[in-house]
Nanobody, 124 residues
């Protein structure tokens, strides 16, 4: 059972930046692909970004390719989401997820483990 803990959320002004972190309870290494998803009030959870087990492949939601960057440090069992040029519509709870097998995926149902989420609020 992999436990994931997100951190780094908070309140930021539009145009600002935040870096989210997701720490895993055990060695994830190349056995797990990692993803970030978000859910705004009244909306479904949506894909943000994903990274393969070895970090060589990344995918982003169309609107987030550029301002957001996903990365991982397998030695620290941690995945990051650097978010720049934040907009009020980026306000949501951001979730980290792990998928066994190492292949990056944009599909929510393919992820086996989820964190509790961290709130990101972007003020206009």
């Amino acid at each position: 059972q992999v436990q994931l803990v997100e951190s780094g959320g908070g309140l930021v002004q539009a145009g600002g930046s935040l870096r989210l972190s997701c720490a895993a309870s055990e060695r994830t290494s190349s056995n797990y692909a990692m993803g970030w998803f978000r859910q705004a009030p009244g909306k479904e959870r949506e894909f943000v970004a994903t990274i393969s087990g070895n970090g060589g492949i990344t995918y982003y939601a169309n609107s987030m390719n550029g301002p957001f960057t996903i990365s991982r440090d397998n030695a620290k069992n941690t995945v990051y989401l650097q978010m720049n040029s934040l907009k009020p519509e980026d306000t949501a709870v951001y979730y980290c997820a792990a998928r066994t097998g190492g292949w990056a995926s944009q599909l929510t149902y393919e992820y086996n483990y989820w964190g509790q989420g961290t709130q990101v609020t972007v003020a206009s």
